[in-house]
């Protein structure tokens, strides 16, 4: 490439939403380089050899919206008027209508507006601009034009809600419990948590007054072994893992001969013992286990009223569902193998023809999604009946595995030659690289946000809420090209507006809250924007500094906030009390001053955090951990947080991390089963009697003062 003219290609990157400078986390002003700039333009579609193509770039941003009669995509807000600029041959008459998805058509009104027309490819063209009502119903529309010469276009149009309303709950506020599900297991589990615990821990928790279940997200990993342990590396965000079905409880089982049945027992006993052992969880193992199982089950077949309750679900799940299946039939068919180049793509004619050859394993695999699903909408259920206000809180992941699913499936609108993650900062002062392709901004446009609409609409079909990983992705995201260190990346822009109103519309259809996770360095703005909007903030007792270097105050807080002490990627409350996080730290190497200064740094916080509770009146002078980690709860009740979690690892007395940040196969992320103090494992049936869980329960309850409200339930 021959670019010189820098200031021309930071123009063109500026005009694209690609960021040219930014402030690191020491306050330094830096400017990205413009080997960044281009490599990032060039997955945005850009073909960049010269100055004269960056000057004809520029060039066409401008031409471009006359090119075309409708914008690609309209994302409106209901109860404001908006405008629809219309491109067609200047003096051609044209009128305007949107069609409603219920069927209903509402004619458009043309404003009283000039705008000097452009002369496009020889044709001059003009603008006719129409007005949208502020009364359009909510939901998914279409615009159509029709001109006087017969000529037609359309587009998508999604009227969403202006501000999400709060969720309804008994007191007004409301708490819940927060699980790694694949972590609390039962006896009767295949290795791992699975749908029948994420019931059972529903309807417990339910009884007890909490108002939801947040969960670590159930996306698909791959379809055999090794599986990836991360539950935010998946092969599909809208998909669900086969790994959570409870075998026992498909319907098919019912109607399974003897020697059927034994075989589906003889698959369980060769994982049954690792569900009470305080070894990491074998995902593989487990699955190898379930896959056997689940053969025998599937081989039964359904009967004529099923067959149709399945059709059904393919139907509804769509096209979406078929190339999902297709991805886990082919990678079952390839194994190990690399794919051939005549299979990289769902439309070629070699994927067409595997469709076929391969129809009888994308059943199954579309028979899998339908059983977890229903297992799931039972799960929801027993949650709700038992008192949940909200019931399942699912939890989305900010990205995908690059040979994923979804990669493959939707490789259209991913960005090629680039990863996602996050410049250095304090605790990462490398950067951070996540591995993960992102989306294109245009290209999700281009379909009218239909990826966003149907992962967020699957997501939700048993959930009351949802938890969104690292939100201001829907803002920005640092894109690193593919070679290039994290510290060579740079921020691009998404169109916020669009993505939040998307993501609204379908929480409003399905009744459903949103909280964000909005930790670490924000943009100003993007949180006010989101309370706007009517989505909770996160806020981590943690994580939450005060102006005189002790733990914010109470009253200091949120109240569209989802409060809690903790989080996954921190050991819980008793390790991290225990300074768990630095002697791990230490262990794996990943300390950057002396373990000294650390520890010393570690115990300054934690009697801080003392300090700051016994200013509340809610410890006394020689407290005991449960008394801490206790105190710590009914310190975050006391702030105006409508929602406050807490983490079943604090209700045991767990010290062990889930996750630790930095490291790959140095530490078992995402395999920890969940135990108490001395890592002895803690199963479903345990929690109903756990006297350290009911004494912090009691304590939350009573500091939020619903203990009266709730006796009755107990």
Avoid at 128 to 142: C, E, I, K, V
Avoid at 463 to 474: K, N
Wanted: with cysteine.
């Amino acid at each position: 490439m021959s670019i010189d003219n820098s200031d021309a290609l930071r123009h063109l990157a500026d005009q694209y939403g690609v960021a040219t400078e930014y402030w690191d986390f020491h306050g330094t002003h830096r400017h990205v380089p413009d080997a960044t700039l281009l490599a990032v333009l060039s997955a945005l579609g850009l073909d960049l050899e010269s100055d004269s193509d960056v000057s004809d770039a520029i060039a066409e941003i401008d031409l471009k919206p006359w090119r075309r009669i409708l914008p690609s995509c309209l994302v409106v807000r209901h109860g404001q008027e908006h405008d629809v600029a219309v491109h067609v041959p200047d003096g051609l008459g044209v009128s305007a209508s949107v069609q409603l998805e219920d069927g209903q058509s509402w004619s458009l009104g043309q404003k009283d507006q000039w705008v000097e027309p452009r002369e496009i490819d020889g044709e001059r063209i003009g603008r006719a601009t129409f007005l949208l009502p502020s009364n359009l119903p909510l939901g998914w529309h279409t615009i159509e034009v029709t001109c006087d010469d017969g000529t037609t276009a359309s587009a998508p149009l999604a009227v969403t809600p202006p501000r999400l309303a709060e969720p309804t709950l008994q007191a007004g506020r409301g708490w819940g419990a927060m699980a790694q599900l694949y972590s609390v297991r039962s006896k009767e589990s295949w290795g791992m948590g699975d749908a029948r615990d994420l019931a059972e821990m529903g309807s417990f928790f339910g009884s007890i007054g909490a108002d939801f279940l947040l969960i670590n997200p159930l996306h698909a990993a791959e379809m055999s072994p090794p599986i990836t342990p991360s539950p935010y590396l998946p092969t599909s965000r809208r998909f669900v893992s086969p790994l959570y079905i409870r075998p026992e409880d498909i319907e098919e089982v019912a109607y399974l001969t003897g020697p059927q049945r034994s075989l589906v027992r003889w698959a369980m006993q060769e994982v049954e013992h690792d569900n009470t052992s305080s070894e990491p969880i074998d995902r593989d193992r487990s699955w190898q286990a379930k896959s056997q199982a689940l053969a025998v089950i599937y081989a039964q077949g359904l009967s004529d009223a099923r067959r149709r309750e399945f059709e059904r679900y393919r139907e509804e799940m769509g096209q979406g569902l078929e190339d999902f299946a297709l991805w886990c039939a082919l990678a079952e068919h390839y194994k190990d193998e690399p794919w051939p180049e005549t299979v990289s793509h769902p439309a070629s004619p070699r994927t067409r023809l595997m469709r076929m050859e391969l129809s009888e394993r994308i059943d199954y695999f579309c028979w899998l999604q339908w059983i977890i699903d229903q297992q799931l909408q039972r799960a929801q259920r027993d949650a709700v009946d038992a008192g949940m206000g909200l019931g399942l809180m699912q939890d989305l992941a900010v990205g995908v595995h690059p040979g994923g699913a979804d990669a493959w499936a939707l490789q259209d609108v991913f960005a090629r030659g680039i990863e996602v993650g996050a410049p250095p900062d304090m605790y990462n002062q490398q950067g951070q690289n996540w591995s993960q392709p992102p989306w294109r901004p245009d290209a999700l446009a281009e379909l009218g946000y239909a990826p966003l609409r149907d992962m967020i609409r699957t997501v939700l079909r048993h959930a009351g809420a949802i938890r969104v990983d690292h939100i201001i992705g829907f803002f920005r995201l640092w894109w690193i090209p593919q070679g290039a260190l994290p510290s060579e990346g740079t921020y691009v822009r998404f169109d916020h507006e669009a993505m939040i109103g998307v993501l609204l519309l379908e929480a409003h259809r399905a009744g459903a809250t949103l909280i964000g996770e909005d930790l670490g360095t924000v943009e100003p703005g993007v949180r006010d924007y989101l309370t706007e909007r009517g989505i909770f903030g996160t806020s981590v007792l943690w994580f939450e500094g005060g102006e005189d270097g002790l733990p914010k105050r109470p009253d200091a807080y949120r109240t569209l906030a989802l409060a809690t002490v903790d989080t996954h990627d921190m050991p819980p409350a008793a390790g991290y009390l225990a300074g768990e996080h630095v002697d791990v730290r230490e262990r794996l190497g990943l300390l950057v001053d002396p373990p000294e200064q650390v520890r010393a740094e570690a115990e300054a916080e934690r009697e801080r955090m003392l300090t700051r509770l016994r200013e509340y009146g809610l410890l006394g002078a020689d407290p005991t951990e449960r008394e801490i980690i206790e105190a710590m709860h009914r310190y975050i009740a006391q702030t105006p947080s409508l929602l406050l979690g807490i983490s079943v690892t604090d209700m045991v007395g767990e010290r062990r991390t889930q996750n630790q940040p930095g490291t790959d196969q140095e530490y078992p992320n995402w395999k920890i089963p969940l135990g108490d103090g001395t890592a002895q494992p803690v199963l479903v049936a345990d929690l109903p009697k756990n006297g350290r869980l009911n004494s912090l329960i009691h304590a939350v309850r009573d500091a939020l003062g619903d203990g009266d409200r709730l006796a009755t339930r107990d």
